[in-house]
């Protein structure tokens, strides 16, 4: 447990520091004036008058940045809130954080973007960037004014959740968010070879008797944007890329030099299509969980740089919405405050990825691909850090989370690592 209390100027001392660009975690102390980094110090200690911050036995990283998150308000405030949900990301280390367009009314107007703005000010908790809607009410049909959803805060363009139909309408858009330099982020996902499936199309969909998605949904909608941002030569981000097809798509679309770039979640790398043996309306997600071979095809990417980074897909659903027939459930699960806990477990603590890789992936890549501030150790920048304990261990209880909703199938699983809490410009948000 760390004990602050909040001062303007300080040292934290004691730390290993992972400095994620330059692939290394070693002894460090971090001096923070009026909410900045203004010096950082290779030595576990340092002479100083200035009030200390001992972390000692903690690792000290910039603080993680999530670029695919749902916060829902506003319109769905039952589910989320920028309140809740900024608390939920900063329990689990995040100091930005993107959010979704498909809010209602969607954030298709700069009206949206200022107000959530203005809601995550009001909250404090975490910086929030949001992202525009590409279409008019996320209809595929007609595209919004770009100009003045950026000029009003907007950091990227999606319809995320639905896949632009018409080709020619995508076009344009990569047209215009070039212009802009704006990237697209796209849910790549026929919904015609989707349609009422419930999970991945495979031996265990046959077995369950439950209509699947297959594979080639996500193969064909990647495949077509490619060709789009090769086209215009627009920047294209891939969401939640959940197949091995997916993958061999984005690494020969990187060969060629297009400007592609994809995200993985934590749950596409760490559940698989089998586990829905259980029926649990939490593990329903869009796109499905998939089969093993995907989860090591997606971990080989990451790893090899086919993949850039991972982000949540943070999507909070309320019980009453939950816990109904498998069928009549909404896709989506939550994320924040689970999601260093589980890579650490699962992809570091066995050895598959190494920590400051892990931290890499969510500071400096997600940061790089939209061009965010922060996910970097700076002098100047703002104070966002991460403290965590990369060896405890802990069981998520349902009432640990902070999340307004509670859709995960994570709990009762323990975990190896934990985040202590943030620093948001040089103020300490404790995870206790
Ligand atoms: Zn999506």
Redesign the pocket.
């Known amino acids: 447990m760390i004990e602050w209390k909040d001062k303007r100027d300080f040292w934290i001392i004691g730390a290993k520091v992972v400095d994620p660009e330059a692939g290394k975690v070693r002894a460090g102390s971090i001096l923070i004036q009026k909410g900045l980094v203004t010096d950082i110090v290779w030595q576990k200690s340092v002479e100083t008058d200035l009030p200390v911050l001992d972390a000692s036995g903690y690792y000290l990283s910039p603080g993680f940045i999530d670029i ?1 998150t749902h916060l829902r308000e506003p319109g769905y405030e039952e589910k989320e809130t920028v309140e809740t949900g900024t608390a939920a990301a900063a329990a689990g280390g995040f100091t930005s954080v993107v959010s979704m367009a498909n809010t209602d009314p969607v954030a298709d107007e700069p009206s949206v973007i200022e107000f959530i703005l203005s809601r995550a000010e009001a909250a404090g908790k975490c910086r929030v960037y949001p992202v525009a809607a590409v279409t008019k009410g996320l209809k595929g049909e007609q595209l919004n004014e770009y100009y003045f959803l950026k000029k009003a805060g907007a950091v990227a363009l999606s319809d ?2 639905n896949y632009i139909l018409n080709s020619q309408v995508m076009r344009n858009a990569f047209e215009y968010a070039g212009y802009h330099d704006l990237t697209i982020i796209s ?1 790549c996902e026929d919904p015609f070879l989707t349609e009422y499936s419930l999970m991945n199309e495979s031996f265990s969909s046959t077995r369950l008797g439950m209509r699947g998605a297959p594979a080639a949904s996500e193969e064909i909608a990647i495949a077509r944007d490619i060709a789009l941002a090769q086209l215009t030569g627009s920047r294209l981000h891939i ?2 890329v959940s197949t091995q097809g997916g993958v061999e798509l984005i690494k020969a679309a990187k060969k060629k030099g297009i400007p592609v770039t994809a995200e993985v979640t934590p749950h596409h790398l760490t559940l698989d299509e089998t586990m829905l043996d259980s029926y649990d309306s939490n593990l329903k997600v ?1 796109p499905p969980l998939r089969s093993k071979k995907d989860i090591s095809a997606l971990r080989q990417a990451l790893k090899d740089g086919i993949i850039d980074c991972i982000a949540t ?1 943070h999507a909070p659903h309320n019980e009453i919405d939950k816990q109904v027939e498998f069928d009549r459930a909404p896709s989506g699960m939550i994320g924040f405050e689970t999601a260093f806990a589980q890579l650490n477990t699962e992809l570091v603590a066995s050895g598959v990825i190494e920590l400051v890789n892990l931290v890499r992936f969510m500071t400096v890549e997600p940061a790089r691909i939209l061009g965010l501030p922060g996910g970097k150790l700076e002098k100047e920048a703002p104070a966002d850090l991460v403290l965590f304990d990369p060896f405890e261990e802990w069981t998520l209880k349902k009432r640990m989370i902070r999340s307004k909703s509670k859709n995960t199938p994570l709990i009762g699983k323990s975990f190896t690592g934990k985040v202590a809490g943030t620093f948001l410009g040089g103020r300490w948000i404790p995870n206790d």
């Open positions: 695919h995320d959740g849910h969401a939640h869009n897909d």
